[in-house]
């Protein structure tokens, strides 16, 4: 695996490949990125991980700061599964002159954690636009788990950036149902066990709130009562329509955005 830095490096080195997929993180690799790179590498001639904690897209300074850092295991791990490259780049690289604050995105940005983080998916946009302009990836892959995300991501690399196909991937679990995400190395041990419980509650009841046998509000409630701190959103949407669902329709996902302590869950089931 080679690691690299510079930018104009890497393109020297993608420059004649035909066959890019990429993978984008902010690092503390789990096995939920493993899945995005085994998929890559199952579909592309070279994989090109990045690791870039990209600041702009956080809210909090706190939050940017206390992100996990665990670049040393996370460049073992992706070394054992022989990934092409790991592109760290340096922020002066991707942000010569700043981040781009006029970026069009799709009105999806509205709804969700759009609300609770002003600016959040422009800039999570931005630095995608970024990537994709330096390594012209044939497929840039991304996680379910963060499906407004990967929607949002979707419909701005089709109207860009031909070239480029997104492909979304499954949400990797535990074996007690919680999303793995790199925010689950900050939790307690007890706070896991909430994030199970949480999951759990959801994932039983999906039916009955599809069938208005339950309502949204008690099922915010109760995730209260099981200890979150603060709730952002409990909502159900139709993933294709990207709207609130009405009467009969299969396509529904619960999305969940909630604390546990200072750090903010998201998952949809
Ligand atoms: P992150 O490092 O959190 O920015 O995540 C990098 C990529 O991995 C994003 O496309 C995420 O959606 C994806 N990802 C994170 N957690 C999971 C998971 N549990 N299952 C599948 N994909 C995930």
Same mark, same amino acid.
């Given at each position: 695996?080679?690691?690299?830095? =510079?930018? $104009?490096?890497?393109?020297?080195? %993608?420059?004649?490949?035909?066959?890019?997929?990429?993978?984008?993180?902010?690092? !503390?690799?789990?096995?939920?990125?493993?899945?995005?790179?085994?998929?890559?590498?199952?579909?592309? @001639?070279?994989?090109?991980? $990045?690791?870039?904690?990209?600041?702009?897209? &956080? =809210?909090?300074? $706190?939050? &940017?700061?206390?992100?996990?850092?665990?670049?040393?295991?996370?460049?073992?791990?992706?070394?054992?599964?022989?990934?092409?490259?790991?592109?760290?780049?340096?922020? =002066?690289?991707?942000?010569?002159?700043?981040?781009?604050?006029?970026?069009?995105?799709?009105?999806?940005?509205?709804?969700?954690?759009?609300?609770?983080?002003?600016?959040? &998916?422009? !800039?999570?946009?931005?630095?995608?636009?970024?990537?994709?302009?330096?390594?012209?990836?044939? =497929?840039?892959?991304?996680?379910?788990?963060?499906? +407004? +995300?990967?929607?949002?991501?979707?419909? &701005?690399? /089709?109207?860009?950036? *031909?070239?480029?196909?997104?492909?979304?991937?499954?949400?990797?679990?535990?074996? /007690?149902?919680? !999303?793995?995400?790199?925010?689950?190395?900050?939790? *307690?041990?007890? @706070? #896991? +066990?909430? !994030?199970?419980?949480?999951?759990?509650?959801?994932?039983?009841?999906? +039916?009955?709130?599809?069938?208005?046998?339950? $309502?949204?509000? *008690?099922?915010?409630?109760?995730?209260?009562?099981?200890?979150?701190?603060?709730?952002?959103?409990?909502?159900?949407?139709?993933? #294709?329509?990207? %709207?609130?669902?009405?009467?009969? /329709? /299969?396509?529904?996902?619960?999305?969940?955005?909630?604390?546990?302590?200072?750090?903010?869950?998201?998952? #949809?089931?």
């Amino acid at each position: 695996m080679k690691i690299i830095s =510079n930018k $104009s490096k890497l393109i020297k080195f %993608t420059h004649y490949e035909k066959n890019i997929g990429l993978v984008p993180t902010m690092g !503390a690799i789990h096995q939920g990125h493993i899945s995005l790179i085994e998929k890559c590498i199952s579909q592309c @001639e070279k994989t090109i991980v $990045s690791i870039f904690i990209n600041k702009p897209q &956080f =809210n909090k300074k $706190s939050d &940017f700061q206390k992100y996990p850092r665990l670049l040393k295991k996370d460049i073992s791990i992706l070394k054992k599964f022989k990934v092409d490259y790991l592109y760290l780049p340096s922020v =002066n690289q991707i942000y010569p002159n700043g981040s781009n604050k006029n970026i069009k995105i799709s009105s999806f940005r509205k709804k969700l954690c759009g609300k609770f983080r002003p600016g959040h &998916f422009e !800039a999570v946009v931005d630095v995608i636009d970024r990537f994709i302009k330096i390594i012209k990836p044939k =497929n840039i892959y991304f996680g379910e788990k963060d499906m +407004q +995300q990967l929607k949002i991501i979707e419909h &701005f690399v /089709n109207k860009n950036h *031909s070239k480029t196909k997104v492909i979304g991937c499954k949400t990797i679990r535990d074996k /007690n149902g919680v !999303a793995l995400s790199s925010r689950n190395f900050l939790l *307690s041990i007890k @706070e #896991n +066990q909430i !994030a199970s419980k949480i999951y759990k509650l959801i994932y039983d009841n999906k +039916q009955n709130l599809i069938k208005k046998k339950l $309502s949204l509000v *008690s099922v915010k409630r109760k995730i209260f009562m099981l200890g979150a701190r603060k709730i952002d959103y409990v909502t159900m949407l139709d993933i #294709n329509k990207l %709207t609130k669902p009405y009467k009969r /329709n /299969n396509k529904y996902k619960i999305f969940v955005a909630y604390y546990l302590g200072s750090t903010r869950l998201i998952d #949809n089931i």
